[in-house]
């Protein structure tokens, strides 16, 4: 039975919509990329500047979405300070609590 395709997504080039393929397809939904072929064939511009569109069946759009969504809020994760325990943002490389260097 062919379901109905939505785009669910569009990936900021092939990378990321590789990505976010492999981490939908292991949670079963089916993923289809548009627009990486096409980068392909044009030959122009480099596979990294094009937007990829992510597809997914209609039935599988919900928990698409959310995954995509939990994606996006994880995708600059914070560190935790081995030294005090304080939560940093993604941007920062020392402990703004204690200065522990983040890769020490
Ligand atoms: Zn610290």
Partial sequence: MDDIWC?????????????????????????RLQGES?????????????????????SCLIPA???????????QPGWCCPRCGEQNGAQFELCWQCGHDRDA
């Fill in 65 to 75: 979405a959310r995954l995509l969504s939990a994606y996006e809020q994880a995708e």
């Fill in 38 to 58: 096409l980068s392909a064939a044009a030959g122009e511009l480099p596979a990294d500047v094009l937007e990829v569109g992510i597809w997914v069946p209609q």
């Fill in 7 to 31: 785009e669910v997504y569009r990936a900021a080039n092939v990378l990321e919509a590789h990505s976010l393929k492999g981490m939908l397809e292991s949670s079963r939904i089916p993923v």
